[in-house]
């Protein structure tokens, strides 16, 4: 087949995606419970799983249909998703994006169809947003440096795990870290590399980056995967010689702080982003206005108070 044929079968059959979504979408809007798809990055992660976990629950007490998919960390396998969405009848669609970046033009699909979107914890960043539930993640960076400068006396050699590049999440706890660092003058940020949020890439990373600069006295790792990667790659030496502060306050993370290996999480409430995303896609249902921007306090967790949150 010519290229010119192939696209012109690629833009056919998106329209009749869309077409149908629309004719689906306007039959099941007559008084149904609604359909709502939620298109997750991955749920190898604990956290997604509690937010999807979170997400069904509220889906359950309020009569919604909700579709769970999993892109595995794939940004073209959540666009296919996000696109078959479209012709499966969904009314709604909550994504937590694999990249910020790669999943506009999706966005940007499913309002040109009319279906409206939903992110959560990771925003899109280009598209229409009807509501962002997501947890003040650059504040959260602030409060990891802080726990962190505090373990170390506020001087040395550090490290940065930094998660999924184009991810919104990614992006604004890195911004805060680097904003509330700047406020320890003694404290000199080593290294800084991507471990895409995943435990066994954080093992890598970490390992090759204390060979580098072997007289670190803490990491911090963007999320909880990545930490937990980083104490095996530190093995004894955690939280004796080298601090290590995580982020999501997942329960391996909590576990970790509470056994002394990890000095601190940011503590997010992930079953309670999936929760309050649906409660905003029901509110579309009913014909209401979603909240434009939906935060999600996060905390600083400790050997101090991390049994409230086990």
């Given at each position: 087949m010519s290229l010119l044929r192939k696209s012109v079968a690629v833009v056919a059959s998106l329209s009749l995606a869309f077409s149908l979504a629309a004719c689906n979408r306007d039959s099941a809007g007559e008084g149904g419970s609604g359909s709502v798809t939620l298109a997750l990055?991955?749920?190898?992660?604990?956290?997604?799983?509690?937010?999807?976990?979170?997400?069904?629950?509220?889906?359950?007490?309020?009569?919604?249909?909700?579709?769970?998919?999993?892109?595995?960390?794939?940004?073209?396998t959540q666009t296919n998703q996000l696109n078959n969405a479209a012709s499966s009848g969904a009314e709604v669609v909550i994504v937590n994006p694999t990249d910020s970046d790669a999943v506009v033009p999706a966005v940007q699909a499913l309002n040109?169809?009319?279906?409206?979107?939903?992110?959560?914890?990771?925003?899109?960043?280009?598209?229409?947003?009807?509501?962002?539930?997501?947890?003040?993640?650059?504040?959260?960076?602030?409060?990891?440096?802080?726990?962190?400068?505090?373990?170390?006396?506020e001087e040395g050699e550090v490290l940065v795990l930094q998660g999924i590049a184009g991810s919104s999440a990614s992006r604004d706890r890195g911004q805060g870290f680097?904003?509330?660092?700047?406020?320890?003058?003694?404290?000199?940020?080593?290294?800084?590399?991507?471990a895409n949020f995943d435990r066994t890439e954080g093992l890598d990373v970490a390992t090759n980056l204390l060979q580098a600069h072997p007289n670190v006295k803490a990491i911090f790792a963007e999320n909880d995967e990545m930490a937990l990667g980083a104490l095996e790659a530190l093995g004894a030496r955690a939280g004796n010689d080298v601090m290590v502060v995580g982020f999501d306050g997942t329960s391996d993370g909590l576990r970790a702080v509470n056994e002394g290996r990890m000095v601190a999480t940011i503590a997010q409430q992930p079953g309670e982003l999936g929760a309050r995303a649906v409660e905003e896609a029901k509110k579309i249902l009913d014909g209401e206005t979603p909240e434009a921007e939906v935060?999600?306090?996060?905390?600083?967790?400790?050997?101090?108070?991390?049994?409230?949150?086990?």
């Open positions: 990055s991955t749920q190898t992660n604990p956290f997604f799983v509690q937010v999807r976990d979170g997400a069904q629950a509220k889906a359950d007490e309020l009569g919604i249909n909700l579709n769970i998919q999993d892109a595995s960390d794939d940004p073209s040109n169809a009319d279906i409206p979107v939903i992110a959560v914890d990771r925003s899109a960043n280009g598209g229409d947003i009807a509501s962002f539930i997501a947890s003040d993640n650059v504040a959260g960076g602030k409060q990891a440096a802080d726990a962190l400068a505090a373990a170390i006396g680097a904003e509330g660092i700047a406020a320890y003058p003694n404290i000199t940020v080593a290294a800084t590399q991507t935060p999600v306090e996060v905390v600083t967790v400790t050997k101090e108070n991390v049994e409230e949150y086990l």
